[in-house]
Nanobody, 114 residues
Framework: VQLVESGGGLAQPGGSLRLSCAAS????????MSWVRQVPGKGLEWVSA????????GYIESVKGRFTISRDIPRNTVYLQMNNLKPEDTALYYC????????WGAGILVTVSS
């Protein structure tokens, strides 16, 4: 199992970024997928999940209406579209396999600052 994140970087408040997570070694169609973030010096915070069993998607309250998780089965890739970014979204973002993660990407930094 391998998860590789991309698409992070610097954005201004109110801006947008799209994170990608390229998965290999398993099929996205068979697995729940999550995005989890960590502010430097703080604990992990679950952000969003795409459920493979038909339940749809889930989001932490602070990103509802701003973030959208999606997946591309042929590309075996999960995305996190982040709009109307806020400084408090600044964190290291991890892609993870499972709704209770059992595999993690290396993480990618998102910085929201003017």
């Amino acid at each position: 199992v391998q998860l590789v994140e991309s698409g992070g970087g610097l954005a201004q408040p109110g801006g947008s970024l799209r994170l990608s997570c390229a998965a290999s070694g398993f099929a996205l169609s068979d697995s729940h997928m999550s995005w989890v973030r960590q502010v430097p010096g703080k604990g992990l915070e679950w952000v969003s999940a795409f459920y493979a069993d038909g339940r749809g998607t889930g989001y932490i309250e602070s990103v509802k209406g701003r973030f959208t998780i999606s997946r591309d089965i042929p590309r075996n890739t999960v995305y996190l579209q982040m709009n109307n970014l806020k400084p408090e979204d600044t964190a290291l973002y991890y892609c993870a396999k499972g709704d209770i993660p059992n595999a993690w990407g290396a993480g990618i930094l998102v910085t929201v600052s003017s």
